[in-house]
């Protein structure tokens, strides 16, 4: 495993195996990795030949200065935990500069329309343009074959599957699922910002998730719809149970088009046919204390659900 910081000599490596009619395989992060990103990595190593994780902060996606500043960095314990990946750890780890990805005052954005709505695109405001535009510069840069990415951030992995389609980017997009700590809660780098009680907290997200694949599942067991208000309220009312806990937003919609689900169409998948499993995305976000948490789960996606039900708190 080696550390590359410049563009150059990330070209090079990549350039290297691809001669040698190597599968390259990018997994985007910002550090302060956790298990998550670690599962994220063994899906990319074990269908690539050259894996590459990119470790980089990027300034333009965040919308607070402060939630910059706080956002932990921990290079040398990130490389750490890579390298106990052993025959899965990655070839090369991306770790530049903010000056070397951003070389100048940056008048080009990605911006992508409808999708970014809603969500955290609705309190983050320029959030997204600032992930589309640098997971392109990413992808140009390291020109994969395939980028994984994780489920937990549900509506980054929507708009970057958009951007790949839309400017017929050559790189399958995969996306892979949350992985939670065992009493439920979504494994992300901001929970070690959390005290114990703010953790304790936070278990709210999974809680109400939960409450709101138990409505789906009564829903479906009486032979009907799933009544998307029900479950809205639902989750709403669990998390805003919990102390300490802000809620930003509670929202059920189409996993496609991150819409509410129209009434014709009431979210279904596959074809429409009635056989096929009706499937809503239910999106939480929350501040915990000072912490801003997301976490999500597709109710119709099967696994997606036990998954999450699987956890005991
Ligand atoms: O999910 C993240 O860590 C970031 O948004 C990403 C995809 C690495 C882009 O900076």
Redesign the pocket.
Same mark, same amino acid.
């Given at each position: 495993m080696q550390r590359l910081t410049t563009i150059a000599e990330v070209r090079a490596a990549v350039g290297e195996a691809r001669r040698a009619g190597g599968r390259v395989a990018l997994v985007?992060?910002?550090g302060a990795l956790h298990e998550g990103h670690l599962a994220l990595v063994r899906e990319a190593a074990s269908d690539a030949d050259l894996t590459v994780v990119?470790i #980089?902060v990027?300034p333009t *996606?965040f919308d607070r200065p402060d939630d910059l500043a706080a956002y932990p960095r921990d290079l040398e314990g990130d490389e750490g935990q890579l390298a106990e990946l052993g025959d899965l750890a990655p070839d090369v780890v991306f770790a530049p500069e903010v000056a070397e990805v951003y070389p100048r005052p940056s008048v080009t954005r990605v911006t992508v329309r409808g999708l970014t709505d809603r969500l955290c695109g609705a309190s983050r405001p320029g959030h997204f343009d600032g !992930?589309a535009t !640098?997971?392109t510069k990413l992808f140009s840069i390291v020109q994969p074959d395939l980028a994984v #990415?994780?489920r937990k951030?549900f509506q *980054?992995l929507a708009v970057i599957r958009r951007v790949v389609a839309d400017l017929d980017l050559p790189v399958e997009v995969v996306g892979a699922p949350t992985v939670r700590e065992p009493d439920g809660l979504a494994m992300s780098s901001r929970n070690r910002r959390l005290g114990p009680a703010e953790r304790r907290s936070a278990l709210c997200l999974s809680r109400a998730l939960r409450a709101g694949v138990a409505v789906a599942r009564a829903g479906r067991a009486g032979g009907g719809p799933i009544d998307a208000v029900r479950v809205a309220n639902e989750v709403g009312g669990t998390l805003s149970a919990a102390p300490g806990v802000t809620v930003d937003y509670v929202e059920v919609l189409d996993p496609e088009t991150l819409a509410p689900p129209d009434a014709t169409s009431r979210g279904q998948a596959g074809d429409g046919s009635p056989e096929a499993q009706q499937q809503l995305l239910v999106a939480v976000a929350a501040d915990v204390g000072p912490v801003r948490l997301i976490d999500n789960v597709v109710l119709g996606d099967t696994e997606d659900e036990e998954r999450l039900l699987a956890a005991t708190s």
């Amino acid at each position: 495993m080696q550390r590359l910081t410049t563009i150059a000599e990330v070209r090079a490596a990549v350039g290297e195996a691809r001669r040698a009619g190597g599968r390259v395989a990018l997994v985007p992060t910002m550090g302060a990795l956790h298990e998550g990103h670690l599962a994220l990595v063994r899906e990319a190593a074990s269908d690539a030949d050259l894996t590459v994780v990119s470790i #980089f902060v990027n300034p333009t *996606q965040f919308d607070r200065p402060d939630d910059l500043a706080a956002y932990p960095r921990d290079l040398e314990g990130d490389e750490g935990q890579l390298a106990e990946l052993g025959d899965l750890a990655p070839d090369v780890v991306f770790a530049p500069e903010v000056a070397e990805v951003y070389p100048r005052p940056s008048v080009t954005r990605v911006t992508v329309r409808g999708l970014t709505d809603r969500l955290c695109g609705a309190s983050r405001p320029g959030h997204f343009d600032g !992930v589309a535009t !640098v997971c392109t510069k990413l992808f140009s840069i390291v020109q994969p074959d395939l980028a994984v #990415f994780g489920r937990k951030d549900f509506q *980054q992995l929507a708009v970057i599957r958009r951007v790949v389609a839309d400017l017929d980017l050559p790189v399958e997009v995969v996306g892979a699922p949350t992985v939670r700590e065992p009493d439920g809660l979504a494994m992300s780098s901001r929970n070690r910002r959390l005290g114990p009680a703010e953790r304790r907290s936070a278990l709210c997200l999974s809680r109400a998730l939960r409450a709101g694949v138990a409505v789906a599942r009564a829903g479906r067991a009486g032979g009907g719809p799933i009544d998307a208000v029900r479950v809205a309220n639902e989750v709403g009312g669990t998390l805003s149970a919990a102390p300490g806990v802000t809620v930003d937003y509670v929202e059920v919609l189409d996993p496609e088009t991150l819409a509410p689900p129209d009434a014709t169409s009431r979210g279904q998948a596959g074809d429409g046919s009635p056989e096929a499993q009706q499937q809503l995305l239910v999106a939480v976000a929350a501040d915990v204390g000072p912490v801003r948490l997301i976490d999500n789960v597709v109710l119709g996606d099967t696994e997606d659900e036990e998954r999450l039900l699987a956890a005991t708190s």
